[in-house]
């Protein structure tokens, strides 16, 4: 629950530039580098928007002096139609049989508790339904794209 940029930040920013200047240098391939800034998961974490959108707003100015794309993941949300309460429902109907089965429910937990959620394994069922019903949105907007996702509780 961030709400100022870090070296780390700002070290990351300068990585992706620098890849992408050399795959146009070296391989001659322009790429079209997006970042989706993840609002909505800080929403559903319960962190402050107040932090959140501070946060963001001074990272959108960093990838702008970059040339680094951006959108905002509410944006791809409102367009999908994606609610909150549809993740939350969905959440709620993964049983224990079912979240036994996910190969990445143990990891998703120890995060979630790392987050500070109450119940660590609500938290994790949450984030999972969000990656689950907001990636069809995300391909959709995105296609013939690679997409990269990038956590770091550091950044």
Known sequence: DKGSLNDSDYSVLDKVKEFCL????EHDLDTNMTFILSDQHGMLNGYSSKNYSIYLKNIKVEMKKRGLNFVRLSDIWKKGRLTEKQIREHAKEIDDEKW?????????EKTASH???EDAKMGAKVYYSARKLENPLIEKEFPNSIQIVFSDDKL
């Open 100 to 108: 036994s089965a996910i190969r990445i429910a143990e990891g998703l």
């Open 115 to 117: 987050r500070g959620h």
């Open 22 to 25: 050399m795959l146009k240098n």
